[in-house]
């Protein structure tokens, strides 16, 4: 049974450009939160996304947008990056409904901003 | 607003020497608080959810234990294996629309 997978594992992007972040959720999971984490820090929540539609949203600019697809797979996109968008992007999944919070990690992408 | 604060951040142990981990918070109606270990490039890997006051759970040399104000994860004789950064969790939200907020982290270091 396949985990959460992501792709790319790392990126170097300069500022100013966009990058996309991808995300497959677990088999039998249909709903994907994205995380941010910077280096020393605890994960912080992005947004949520299920049945397509963006359910919750963190402290974070617009600059940062998502998307789900039909197959509940999910995408991170951000725009004018900017050095500090430098982290490791997490995605989890989960299922809902239950409680639901117990989610699922993937691996990340390790995302640098020069 | 919600809070989560985990102490130490950092701890050295020898193989076999037992501790804990504290994790206190501050929330309106608690949801969930959560354990989950996290290694070195890797995403966080669930341990538990603990939902009320005077809960316990264990897995194998863990067990968590919650109060009102704080989690504690005690480790008891660890080994090497072991270390890796602990984050705790509380989960906010209403209905099925809900999010972790992440402490810190606590990095644990168990020497052989």
């Known amino acids: 049974d396949a985990g959460v997978t992501q792709s790319p594992t790392h990126l170097i992007k300069t500022r100013g450009q966009q990058v996309t972040l991808r995300c497959s959720p677990k088999?039998?999971?249909?709903?994907v939160s994205w995380y941010q984490q910077a280096l020393g820090q605890g994960p912080q929540f992005i947004f949520q996304?299920?049945?397509?539609?963006?359910?919750q949203r963190g402290n974070f600019p617009d600059r940062f947008s998502g998307h789900q697809f039909p197959n509940y797979s999910s995408e991170l996109n951000v725009n004018a990056l900017l050095l500090g968008d430098s982290a490791l992007y997490l995605c989890?999944?989960?299922?809902?409904?239950?409680?639901?919070?117990?989610?699922?990690f993937g691996s990340g992408t390790q995302l640098s901003v020069l | 607003e919600d809070q989560v604060t985990q102490s130490p951040e950092a701890l050295r142990l020898q193989e076999g020497e037992s501790s804990s981990l504290n994790c206190s918070y501050t929330?309106?109606?608690?949801?969930?608080l959560f354990w989950y270990r996290q290694d070195p490039g890797k995403g966080p890997e669930f341990l538990f959810t603990?939902?009320?006051a005077g809960e316990e759970k264990e897995k194998e040399r863990l067990k968590a234990t919650l109060t009102k104000k704080e989690s504690f994860l005690h480790i008891t004789a660890p080994k090497p294996e072991d270390s890796a950064t602990y984050l705790c969790?509380?989960?906010?939200?209403?209905?099925?629309?809900?999010?972790?907020?992440f402490g810190k982290g606590t990095l644990l270091t168990v020497n052989p």
């Open positions: 989890a999944s989960s299922s809902r409904p239950s409680r639901g919070e117990k989610l699922f």
């Open positions: 088999s039998g999971h249909d709903t």
């Open positions: 996304y299920y049945e397509e539609e963006e359910r």
């Open positions: 929330v309106s109606g608690l949801r969930g």
């Open positions: 603990l939902y009320s």
């Open positions: 969790a509380l989960s906010q939200g209403r209905g099925s629309n809900y999010k972790l907020t």
